[in-house]
């Protein structure tokens, strides 16, 4: 009888039956400890565990996918003019977030940028994705109701849309807490600049900006309110087109960062000088708000947060855990509604989390 260990000297990957051997088990035990199984001991999980990882031994994703369903891959989802992500200052950081989380949970993340009518339903129905997060709130309406009937966990990150788990920010509370602050500095020329005003966030923080403003007898005239285009120039477009119009606000708001720092090149090129005659006010903090001269006042996001805490609910729905209410961060409010699970998918699941945005004053004001 040959009792030798299978031996990896050669050169070769290590398989399950080094790992078997090596431990003193049998392949079956191996296996049900690398895919979770139930029936073995918490001694004996440790010791397959570390024999695999001293070992070096990676589990083949396709042989995984044939014996339990799953890929082992998170999709993320994001609409191509984000792209390429990795040089948006906003999502970088949010998909970083993302991938962190995954990580920890021996989950890989899938990329894939939305070029075409119905390729966010394909990414969700081909199966090579357990669950799929959908980041940005410029997706399309129906695809997100239709993402419903696919039968795979969907997690909404900087978005929500009913029925659908979401993570997303009080965008109105930043529309506020902008012209509070504008309010309290004197201004009583608002404007407001953007790249679009048909981004649903954009929208929600000129509402809470309308509101204040309205509460403290101050007019935001339709003059006083442009868009530039979706690109980095967008801030400085709209800021020209508010200054053709004759109008000369004391204060600004930029429904981002972006949109700010571009705004203030136009200023500048006018003639008009920031503080001094035009207060400013963004909304992100990316890492370029703080380096612009003068420094940016923005409504900072926590954007690593907002994708950490996507993923984690994209990996509660595969386990089939049922989340209970509150959850909440950096004094953010969080809404969270469980429904049925079944077989460890989401059958019917509402659940959101609201992060508050906090004000960062800057020179710019």
Same mark, same amino acid.
């Given at each position: 009888?040959?009792?030798?260990?299978?031996?990896?000297?050669?050169?070769?990957?290590?398989?399950?039956?080094?790992?078997?051997?090596?431990?003193?088990?049998?392949?079956?035990?191996?296996?049900?400890?690398?895919?979770?199984?139930?029936?073995?001991?918490?001694?004996?999980?440790?010791?397959?565990?570390?024999?695999?990882?001293?070992?070096?031994?990676?589990?083949?994703?396709?042989?995984?996918?044939?014996?339990?369903?799953?890929?082992?891959?998170?999709?993320?989802?994001?609409?191509?003019?984000?792209?390429?992500?990795?040089?948006?200052?906003?999502?970088?950081?949010?998909?970083?977030?993302?991938?962190?989380?995954?990580?920890?949970?021996?989950?890989?993340?899938?990329?894939?940028?939305?070029?075409?009518?119905?390729?966010?339903?394909?990414?969700?129905?081909?199966?090579?994705?357990?669950?799929?997060?959908?980041?940005?709130?410029?997706?399309?309406?129906?695809?997100?109701?239709?993402?419903?009937?696919?039968?795979?966990?969907?997690? #909404?990150?900087?978005? !929500?849309? *009913?029925? @659908?788990?979401?993570?997303?920010?009080?965008?109105?509370?930043? /529309?506020? $807490?902008? &012209?509070?602050?504008?309010?309290?500095?004197?201004?009583?020329?608002?404007?407001?600049?953007?790249?679009?005003?048909?981004?649903?966030?954009?929208?929600?923080?000129?509402?809470?900006?309308?509101?204040?403003?309205?509460?403290?007898?101050?007019?935001?005239?339709?003059?006083?309110?442009?868009?530039?285009?979706?690109?980095?120039?967008?801030?400085?477009?709209?800021?020209?087109?508010?200054?053709?119009?004759?109008?000369?606000?004391?204060?600004?708001?930029?429904?981002?960062?972006?949109?700010?720092?571009?705004?203030?090149?136009?200023?500048?090129?006018?003639?008009?000088?920031?503080?001094?005659?035009?207060?400013?006010?963004?909304?992100?903090?990316?890492? #370029?708000?703080?380096? !612009?001269? *003068?420094? @940016?006042?923005?409504?900072?996001?926590?954007?690593?947060?907002? /994708?950490? $805490?996507? &993923?984690?609910?994209?990996?509660?729905?595969?386990?089939?855990?049922?989340?209970?209410?509150?959850?909440?961060?950096?004094?953010?409010?969080?809404?969270?509604?469980?429904?049925?699970?079944?077989?460890?998918?989401?059958?019917?699941?509402?659940?959101?989390?609201?992060?508050?945005?906090?004000?960062?004053?800057?020179?710019?004001?």
């Amino acid at each position: 009888m040959n009792n030798t260990k299978p031996s990896t000297r050669s050169g070769g990957k290590p398989t399950i039956k080094h790992v078997a051997a090596e431990a003193g088990v049998g392949v079956g035990t191996v296996s049900r400890v690398l895919n979770e199984e139930q029936g073995v001991s918490s001694a004996m999980r440790e010791r397959v565990l570390r024999v695999a990882k001293d070992l070096g031994y990676a589990r083949s994703s396709v042989g995984r996918s044939l014996k339990t369903g799953m890929t082992g891959n998170v999709g993320v989802a994001i609409m191509s003019r984000h792209a390429p992500v990795i040089l948006n200052p906003f999502y970088a950081v949010v998909i970083g977030g993302i991938e962190e989380v995954l990580e920890e949970h021996d989950r890989h993340l899938l990329l894939s940028s939305l070029r075409r009518k119905g390729h966010l339903l394909d990414l969700a129905k081909e199966g090579r994705v357990d669950a799929l997060l959908v980041v940005g709130c410029d997706i399309d309406s129906t695809d997100l109701e239709l993402l419903k009937g696919t039968g795979r966990p969907v997690v #909404l990150v900087d978005h !929500s849309h *009913p029925g @659908l788990p979401s993570v997303t920010v009080d965008h109105v509370a930043a /529309g506020r $807490l902008a &012209a509070e602050h504008l309010m309290e500095r004197g201004c009583r020329r608002p404007a407001f600049v953007s790249e679009n005003l048909e981004n649903p966030n954009f929208r929600m923080r000129l509402e809470g900006f309308k509101a204040v403003l309205d509460e403290h007898g101050v007019k935001l005239s339709a003059t006083g309110i442009a868009a530039g285009g979706d690109s980095w120039e967008g801030g400085y477009h709209a800021m020209n087109r508010v200054l053709a119009s004759g109008v000369t606000p004391d204060g600004v708001f930029a429904a981002n960062d972006p949109a700010a720092l571009s705004a203030m090149r136009a200023l500048n090129e006018a003639g008009l000088k920031v503080p001094q005659d035009v207060k400013i006010v963004g909304c992100d903090d990316i890492h #370029l708000a703080s380096q !612009s001269q *003068p420094p @940016l006042t923005t409504l900072a996001i926590e954007k690593r947060r907002l /994708g950490q $805490l996507g &993923a984690e609910l994209a990996i509660e729905l595969l386990a089939g855990e049922a989340v209970g209410a509150g959850a909440a961060t950096n004094g953010a409010e969080g809404e969270r509604m469980a429904g049925a699970i079944e077989g460890g998918r989401a059958e019917v699941r509402t659940e959101t989390i609201v992060l508050t945005p906090t004000l960062t004053v800057r020179a710019s004001t």
